[in-house]
């Protein structure tokens, strides 16, 4: 099975910061990754697919890149109702998702 | 607007069974392909399986295979998912979501949870 590693699991930032978290599948999945949002006690929300569009209605300080085996999902400028946990989750054989990214207030 | 309502919150004993409802509105379930993922107390996600339209039938991931039942009503719009021989590693949120199959898939809308709760 191909394992995701997110990273890091948790950081801490401030309004305004820009933030990166990575996702690095253990074999390629070309450009099979997407990125969903989630916050205390709510389904998740996804905001990118295919590694790099932007689901209809997410800010677009939202954005993602990435190809084979090295993915990054980067909040250009961080708002308050951006902290919560991030999962990258890949569809190129079955679907796995990473362990998350929890992002929290600095 | 598409929305997944699922059925309230279970408390089951180790070894029971459990089934979670998750209905369909604002389209109607022949037109989509659900899935179910869980999430144990501040674990990650977890994906369980779901329908796949190319193929006709239902995919299972290898970890629950042979425990996990899902199954559709299209008269009522509504998918199920039976969990048997619980355990107290089954205690998590059990989410619906519609995936969508472009080259890979992804998951476009989620139902609220439901919490199953395994205790003696």
């Given at each position: 099975?191909?394992?995701?590693?997110?990273?890091?699991?948790?950081?801490?930032?401030?309004?305004?910061?820009?933030?990166?978290?990575?996702?690095?599948?253990?074999?390629?999945?070309?450009?099979?990754?997407?990125?969903?949002?989630?916050?205390?006690?709510?389904?998740?929300?996804?905001?990118?697919?295919?590694?790099?569009?932007l689901q209809d209605g997410v800010p677009s300080r939202f954005s993602g890149s990435g190809f084979g085996t090295d993915f990054t999902l980067t909040i250009s400028s961080l708002q308050p109702e951006d902290f919560a946990t991030?999962?990258?989750?890949?569809s190129y054989k079955t679907l796995v998702f990473g362990g998350g990214t929890k992002v929290d207030i600095k | 607007q598409v929305q997944l309502v699922q059925s309230g919150a279970e408390v089951k004993k180790p070894g029971a069974?459990?089934?979670?409802?998750?209905?369909?509105?604002?389209?109607?379930?022949?037109?989509?392909?659900?899935?179910?993922?869980?999430?144990?107390?501040?674990?990650?996600?977890?994906?369980?399986?779901?329908?796949?339209?190319?193929?006709?039938?239902?995919?299972?991931?290898?970890?629950?295979?042979?425990?996990?039942?899902?199954?559709?009503?299209?008269?009522?719009?509504?998918?199920?998912?039976?969990?048997?021989?619980?355990?107290?590693?089954?205690?998590?949120?059990?989410?619906?979501?519609?995936?969508?199959?472009?080259?890979?898939?992804?998951?476009?809308?989620?139902?609220?949870?439901?919490?199953?709760?395994?205790?003696?």
């Amino acid at each position: 099975d191909i394992q995701m590693t997110q990273s890091p699991s948790s950081l801490s930032a401030s309004v305004g910061d820009r933030v990166t978290i990575t996702c690095r599948p253990s074999q390629s999945i070309t450009r099979y990754l997407n990125w969903y949002q989630q916050k205390p006690g709510k389904a998740p929300k996804l905001l990118i697919y295919e590694a790099s569009t932007l689901q209809d209605g997410v800010p677009s300080r939202f954005s993602g890149s990435g190809f084979g085996t090295d993915f990054t999902l980067t909040i250009s400028s961080l708002q308050p109702e951006d902290f919560a946990t991030y999962y990258c989750q890949q569809s190129y054989k079955t679907l796995v998702f990473g362990g998350g990214t929890k992002v929290d207030i600095k | 607007q598409v929305q997944l309502v699922q059925s309230g919150a279970e408390v089951k004993k180790p070894g029971a069974s459990v089934k979670v409802s998750c209905r369909v509105t604002g389209y109607t379930l022949s037109e989509s392909a659900m899935h179910w993922v869980r999430q144990a107390p501040g674990k990650a996600l977890e994906w369980m399986g779901g329908f796949d339209p190319e193929d006709g039938e239902t995919v299972y991931s290898q970890n629950f295979q042979g425990r996990v039942t899902m199954t559709e009503d299209t008269s009522t719009d509504t998918a199920y998912m039976e969990v048997s021989s619980l355990t107290s590693e089954d205690t998590a949120v059990y989410y619906c979501a519609t995936a969508i199959f472009t080259s890979g898939w992804y998951f476009d809308s989620w139902g609220q949870g439901t919490l199953v709760t395994v205790s003696s």
